[in-house]
C-alpha cells in the first residue's frame, strides 16, 4: 500500500472511505443476527400492513352486501378495521382533521373566497344548468325534427308526425312541471354530454371521502357511476342508527362537514356546484336530529360554517384529494383509496 509522507507523519489517500483493494472485516455472529431480525421485521411490518389492508377490504365488502336492517352490525367490524390500521402507525391522518376543524362561529362570504370558494353566493342555490340544458334539446330536436318531418313526409303525415312532436314538448314541460323527479334520471344521464361531468363527480365524492376520513368517519364504499354517485359511512361511528336518536352539536359540527364536503369541493373549482341538492338534503336530515333546536338563520350559518371548515380541510390537504380523486378514477377498493391518503405528502391546494 502506498503512503503519502509529510513531516514524518504517515496519512492514508483512502482513510475515512472503504477502500475497495482492502477485503472487509468479517461480521460477528451477533451482527449479522441483529441485521437479519431488522430485516424479518421489516418484511413483517410490511406483511402485517397489508393484512389491515385486505380485512379493510373485507369488512366493507361485508357491509356492502349486508341487507338495511343489519348494516349497523357489519358497521361494526369497518370501524375496528380503521381503529386496526390507526393501532399499528399504518392510518396516521385518520382522524387528524378532528383537531383542525374549528368550532362552529359565523363565517362571511369573504372567509369562503379567502379558501378559494370562486362564488359563495351560489352555495345552497340549486343549479339549472343540466335542467336547461336537457329542455332546451328537447324543444330544439323536436322543432328540428318536426320540421324535417314536414317537409319530407308525404300527405297526411306531414301534418300528424309534426303534431305529434310537439306534443312530446308539452308531455316532458308537464311531467317537469308536476313531478320533476320523474325526469331525473333522464337529466343525470344528459348531464354527462358536458365534459366536467366526470371530474366533478369525482372530485365531489372524493371530497366526502377524504374529510370523513380525516374526521374519523369510518368510510365503507363509495360510488361514481352514474345516478348512483355516493360514499358511504358507517354507523357505527355513533354506535346507533341516524335515524333512532338525537344528535349533540359536536356530532352535528362533524357529520355537516362530512355532508357539504363535496359541496366545498366543487365550489372551489367550479363557479357552479352541480350535485349540492342531495348533499343539503342529508345535511337537512342531520339538522333535524338536532338536540338544539336551530333556527332559520343558524341553520344557514351552520351551512356556511360547515362549507367553509370543509373547504379548509380540503385545502390542506389537497395532495391527498388530488391522490384520491385519481385512485377512484381508477376504481380502486376502499384500502386502496386509503392508502392512497396516507402515502400521500401533504401539501397545501
Not at 349497523?72 to 391522518?93: D, H, I
Not at 355516493?230 to 356530532?251: P, S, W, Y
Amino acid at each position: 500500500m502506498l503512503s503519502n509522507c509529510t513531516k514524518g507523519v504517515t496519512t492514508c489517500p483512502t482513510q475515512g472511505r472503504s477502500n475497495p483493494y482492502i477485503a472487509a472485516k468479517p461480521e460477528s455472529r451477533g451482527v449479522r443476527q441483529q441485521r437479519h431480525v431488522r430485516m424479518d421485521a421489516t418484511i413483517t411490518s410490511a406483511a402485517d400492513t397489508q393484512k389491515l389492508y385486505a380485512e379493510l377490504d373485507t369488512a366493507c365488502i361485508n357491509l356492502r352486501r349486508a341487507p338495511p336492517s343489519m348494516r349497523l352490525t357489519f358497521s361494526g367490524p369497518v370501524k375496528e378495521a380503521y381503529e386496526q390500521l390507526a393501532a399499528a402507525g399504518v392510518a396516521r391522518k385518520w382522524g387528524c382533521g378532528v383537531s383542525e376543524a374549528l368550532r362552529r362561529r359565523n363565517v362571511m362570504l369573504g372567509e369562503l373566497r379567502q379558501l378559494g370558494i370562486k362564488n359563495p353566493d351560489k352555495i345552497a342555490v340549486p343549479s339549472v344548468r343540466n335542467d336547461a340544458a336537457f329542455l332546451f334539446s328537447v324543444v330544439g330536436s323536436t322543432s328540428l325534427l318536426a320540421v324535417v318531418a314536414g317537409a319530407v313526409l308525404p300527405g297526411d303525415w306531414g301534418f300528424f308526425v309534426p303534431y305529434l312532436l310537439g306534443g312530446v314538448n308539452l308531455v316532458v314541460l308537464a311531467v317537469g312541471s308536476t313531478a320533476p323527479g320523474l325526469l331525473a334520471v333522464a337529466i343525470d344521464a344528459f348531464s354527462q354530454v358536458f365534459p366536467d361531468y366526470k371530474d366533478r363527480v369525482l372530485r365531489h365524492e372524493a371530497a366526502h371521502f377524504l374529510v370523513g376520513y380525516l374526521l374519523g368517519v369510518p368510510v365503507g364504499g363509495y360510488s361514481v357511476q352514474l345516478g348512483r354517485e355516493h360514499t358511504e359511512f358507517a354507523e357505527a361511528k355513533l354506535q346507533q342508527r341516524i335515524i333512532e336518536r338525537t344528535l349533540a352539536d359536536e356530532e352535528i359540527d362533524s357529520l355537516a362537514l362530512v355532508a357539504v364536503a363535496g359541496v366545498a369541493a366543487e365550489a372551489r373549482e367550479y363557479e357552479e356546484v352541480m350535485g349540492q341538492t342531495a348533499d343539503l338534503t342529508d345535511l337537512q336530515r342531520l339538522l333535524l336530529r338536532s338536540k338544539t333546536r336551530l333556527s332559520s338563520a343558524a341553520q344557514q350559518n351552520l351551512t356556511r360554517w360547515a362549507v367553509w371548515a370543509a373547504a379548509g380541510l380540503l385545502r390542506t390537504h389537497g395532495s391527498e384529494h388530488a391522490a384520491l380523486v385519481q385512485a377512484m378514477r381508477s376504481g380502486a377498493s376502499v384500502a386502496e383509496c386509503v392508502r392512497a391518503i396516507e402515502e400521500t405528502r401533504g401539501e397545501v391546494a
